[in-house]
């Protein structure tokens, strides 16, 4: 019988997919245009900056840097918020124990909850990196460091990441009472990975003789080192994701199953 | 009443999970400082020169303090202490019990935006007292009084942070859609805000963005007067004035 | 077999025994009052009954399915109302009982029918398509009813389900309670502090003081045994002694 509730499935999905992953999309979009807008505009001396900074080369890399983190920013908070309402919500207004009295295990309904929200974060990612591909176009070319498969590419591997940690997210969000300090705990997942980033730009010199550390952590500027291996990553990357995302919601599921109704 | 109301309303925040869990967030930014300042490429101290016409190495620490960690913090911290006013409240059906006292939900409204602000208030300056004596030693030519004085103006930004998320909560009433969209706009905000240093042309632009305004001792490290802190003060007092009464007039006519 | 059967049921939380060594039962088609002070328990022994809660010790066993083991069939043949709960502001009457009709896997048309049905049954039809958000309090009651109706159970567990109700909605209660139980042979475990709707509506009783079973039994019987001429008597009489 578990296996089937396929209508309860479509009406969670349906309930899931409201205003926040459309205006997720919106925003996303807008925000890729409005970038690839605002990046050529900036006095050369700032673009210059970052290239040097980021050891990158190009207006279209520099473009593509400051993309990368607007697709993840996008990507993880809609699917945050989302996971906030299918989670933590009906615990604090004290619907979730209506809702378990039901023959669905916690299992099928956490996944019925979660799915949808995760597949909602992927479709921004994957259009804001469809858009993306087409907004550094005018940037390709010979000589070029860019090309439009590399920031598609790049794009979705961020999006992977994004959904990845989102699945990890949900382990806290099913043990906190306030949704709020969930979305604290979302940041604090969502920043950590960018802190190699950091790093680069202020303290270079922690990098030297660690190349390969480097190349590994730095995300963003390292996709553009190796833009001609990115549509190889992005499928290792995908993979990944998908593992871990998976593993993430099976322990996810088993700490549900663990947690007590108080 | 509404002085002891606000007080015990701030206890109780300081009190919360979220707010320990902030306060390990200020504590991290305040710790890992000193490494990221301590060895600066050349590139960047070239750069800061640049939008910030001084070369003093006190201007990279200032920098990366206000944009990398109070920036990003005062972000997240605003939807956090602000994002669901009114609105869980609602959920829970607590706002029947605590609009059937004799206060308006204008006043209510009013009453725990400042509450926020002040526990904001306090995580804010708290970082700033613990990140002086630390820094003071590991960043050379460290201003105590220019540090202090950008943290006055910033903080204004940081309530406008509040006030935004509180506005916000009560126009959408929809809690995740509302912590996000507060969310993006400050971000968006803080992703502008050094647009005016990066490029003089923008700078009238930039005066309208109120983490601008924040940001603006950034510009006077080495000729700060009284007026550079207090005008932006001034401005920001203002920006929040407006935000907080347009969230009490939305509010005004709220019915549980 | 019994319609529901606990032995020694035990939940321990840190220091406080919730629930400390129950034992009762309660027969087929019978309306069986659980009563007690706020925090004797009962709430806790109910989601001990849906396996919403794991027992610390003892068992339970609800139309011959362990509650621990095979909670997902005790919940397939069970209806429940919580004491405190909040329905989705966001959607209407009809769209939430689709929705939790769909978590018992039933087909739309089937689903439709059983949701007019208990429309019509709580006098709701005219407010089925309006947002819960708006409800009145016997309205989202009345709702809150008709979710835990809405798989035809053949056990209903409600938790202070009168609590909230004005007279008019609560003597409705009662009576589809009766009506559930004479017509349709369902099970009702009554679980209340309001004294005199256990006596109008039950035969039986357990009564729970701090997590114990004080008392189980014909409720005349019980009466007879304390020398209680009414049920608030009775329920004293009990306290005192397990005082």
Not at chain 3, 58 to 78: K, P, Y
Not at chain 3, 156 to 182: A, I, M
Request: aromatic share 8%; proline share 4%.
């Amino acid at each position: 019988m578990q296996a089937t509730l396929r209508r309860y499935r479509l009406l969670e999905a349906r309930h899931a997919v409201g205003w926040v992953p459309l205006v997720s999309l919106l925003v996303g979009v807008a925000i890729v245009v409005f970038t690839a807008m605002l990046i050529p505009l900036l006095p050369t001396a700032v673009n210059a900056f970052m290239e040097r900074a980021f050891l990158i080369r190009g207006l279209g890399a520099v473009l593509l840097v400051n993309e990368y983190t607007g697709i993840y920013m996008l990507a993880f908070f809609c699917g945050a918020a989302g996971l906030m309402r299918a989670l933590v919500e009906p615990r604090e207004n004290r619907s979730l124990e209506m809702l378990l009295s039901k023959p669905i295990s916690r299992r099928a309904f956490l996944m019925a909850r979660v799915g949808p929200v995760l597949l909602a974060s992927t479709v921004v990612g994957v259009v804001m990196s469809l858009v993306t591909g087409l907004v550094v176009r005018p940037f390709t070319g010979e000589g070029s460091t860019v090309s439009v498969a590399g920031a598609i590419g790049s794009g979705l591997i961020f999006t992977a990441l994004a959904v990845l940690l989102l699945s990890v997210l949900v382990v806290p969000l099913l043990l906190v009472r306030d949704a709020f300090q969930g979305l604290l705990i979302a940041f604090v997942l969502w920043i950590a990975p960018m802190f190699p980033t950091v790093v680069l730009l202020y303290r270079p010199d922690l990098y030297e003789g660690r190349d390969r550390l480097r190349d590994l952590l730095v995300l963003g500027p390292n996709l553009l080192w190796y833009d001609a291996s990115v549509p190889l990553l992005t499928v290792i990357a995908l993979a990944v994701a998908f593992v871990g995302s998976w593993g993430a919601l099976v322990l996810g599921a088993r700490v549900f199953e663990r947690t007590e109704l108080r | 009443m509404k002085a002891r109301f606000l007080w015990l309303d701030v206890r109780a925040t300081l009190g919360e999970r979220k707010t320990l869990l902030a306060a390990g967030l200020m504590a991290y930014a305040v710790l890992i400082m000193p490494v990221l300042v301590a060895k600066p490429p050349e590139h960047v101290l070239s750069a800061l020169k640049g939008w910030f016409s001084t070369s003093d190495p006190f201007i990279l620490f200032l920098f990366i303090w206000t944009d990398l960690a109070m920036n990003k913090i005062i972000t997240i911290l605003g939807v956090v202490l602000a994002g669901s006013l009114l609105i869980r409240e609602r959920e829970t059906g607590q706002l029947a019990v605590l609009l059937s006292k004799p206060v308006s939900p204008a006043s209510y409204f009013l009453a725990r935006s400042l509450s926020a602000c002040a526990v904001m208030a306090v995580l804010y300056i708290g970082a700033h007292l613990a990140a002086a004596p630390l820094v003071a030693r590991s960043v050379p030519g460290f201003r105590t009084g220019v540090f202090f004085a950008s943290m006055a103006v910033h903080l204004f930004s940081a309530f406008f942070a509040v006030c935004l998320s509180a506005l916000v909560s009560v126009l959408i009433q929809k809690r995740a859609l509302a912590g996000l969209v507060s969310l993006l706009v400050l971000s968006l905000l803080v992703g502008l805000a050094f647009m005016g240093f990066y490029n003089p042309a923008w700078r009238e632009l930039s005066f309208f963005n109120p983490i601008t305004q924040g940001i603006s001792v950034l510009g006077h490290v080495d000729d700060l007067r009284p007026g550079h802190v207090l005008a932006p003060i001034a401005v920001l007092l203002g920006i929040n004035t407006v935000v907080l009464a347009l969230g009490a007039l939305r509010v005004r006519h709220l019915e549980v | 077999m019994h319609a529901i059967e606990i032995d020694r049921l035990t939940r321990v939380y840190g220091s406080v025994r919730a629930v400390d060594g129950v034992s009762f039962h309660v027969e087929p088609g019978e309306i069986f009052g659980f009563m007690g002070h706020n925090g004797a328990g009962k709430t806790t022994t109910l989601r001990m009954l849906l396996g919403l809660t794991r027992p610390t010790s003892g068992s339970a066993r609800v139309l011959g399915h362990d509650v621990v083991r095979e909670s997902l069939e005790v919940r397939r043949q069970c209806g429940f109302l919580p004491a405190s709960y909040a329905l989705p502001a966001h959607m209407t009457a009809r769209q939430f009982l689709h929705y939790v009709a769909a978590m018992f896997d039933l087909e739309p048309d089937a689903a439709e029918a059983r949701i007019q049905s208990l429309l019509r049954l709580f006098g709701i039809e005219s407010a089925a398509d309006r947002k819960l958000g708006g409800f009145s309090t016997g309205m989202t009651q009345k709702v809150g009813l008709a979710q835990a109706l809405i798989n035809e159970p053949r056990i209903v567990l409600l938790d202070e389900p009168t609590s909230g109700l004005d007279p008019l909605g609560r003597h409705e209660l009662l009576e589809h309670l009766r009506q559930l139980s004479s017509e349709r042979g369902v099970t009702v475990l009554f679980s209340s502090h309001i004294l005199s709707d256990i006596e109008t509506l039950c035969r039986r009783v357990a009564a729970l003081h701090q997590g114990r079973l004080v008392a189980f039994g014909p409720i005349e019987t019980l009466k007879r045994e304390h020398r209680s001429a009414n049920m608030d008597e009775l329920y004293l009489s009990l306290a005192r002694r397990a005082a």
